[in-house]
């Protein structure tokens, strides 16, 4: 059965802190995906990776940071959280395929609070 | 105007109700249109998707595309409680790059 981790459901954190927020898929898939969730704006793309140590960045990548050290890992980094930054995020990856498309498949979100 | 245009919600239906879900898009290059389904605490799951224009079935779910009028709609026949969630359009151009829209939350009142 197809999996992505999130390493947290919940987590507060304090503004000026440095947040790291883990995923891992273990359908070793090549892209992994980082977004946001919020009320009325739906998912934006904060960056993305097609292969180990490759990133790009998505349509709001101000104040973020990533790391794909490992093809299942891809980490999201908040280099000094600030309030603007309390949101859901998602993980997602996928892997290319016959359809024309690659469905993302996404993990259970980490809820974040900045204090 | 935003890419893609969803209409919020918050919708409630009697169990057993047709519901008929829509996105509005601008961007004349999307080729493929899919509709995730998103439970409340859980990540989106995609429930369905189409190529170009046209209809798709897949049970009670009916998929529809009108690429002339950049318009997609998602109908549910017989909706059930368990249907109950939010449900997201996304579109691409081609392969990964998914844009969303922010999302209709459905209510299927017992």
């Known amino acids: 059965d197809v999996k992505v981790t999130q390493s947290s459901r919940y987590l507060v954190k304090r503004t000026g802190e440095k947040v790291f927020l883990e995923c891992v898929q273990d359908m070793d898939h090549e892209n992994m995906f980082w977004y946001r969730q919020d009320p009325g704006l739906g998912l934006r793309l904060i960056y993305f990776s097609y292969d180990v140590k490759m990133k790009e960045k998505g349509d709001i990548p101000e104040g973020y940071s990533v790391s794909r050290e490992k093809k299942e890992r891809f980490s999201l980094i908040l280099e000094s959280a600030s309030t603007n930054q309390t949101s859901m995020y998602l993980c997602a990856s996928s892997q290319e395929g016959d359809r024309g498309f690659d469905e993302q498949f996404f993990g259970p979100g980490t809820r974040l609070t900045v204090l | 105007q935003k890419e893609v245009e969803q209409d919020p919600g918050p919708l409630s239906v009697p169990e057993g109700a047709i519901v008929s879900l829509n996105c509005t898009y601008s961007?004349?290059?999307?080729?493929?249109f899919m509709w995730y389904r998103q439970y409340s605490r859980k990540g989106p799951e995609l429930l369905m998707y189409?190529?170009?224009?046209g209809n798709k079935e897949d049970g009670r779910f009916t998929a529809q595309v009108d690429k002339s009028s950049k318009y997609i709609s998602l109908f549910i026949r017989d909706s059930q409680p368990s249907d109950s969630a939010t449900y997201l359009c996304a579109m691409s151009a081609y392969g990964q790059n998914f844009v969303f829209g922010p999302g209709t939350r459905l209510s299927v009142l017992p």
């Open positions: 189409t190529y170009s224009s």
């Open positions: 961007n004349s290059a999307f080729q493929y």
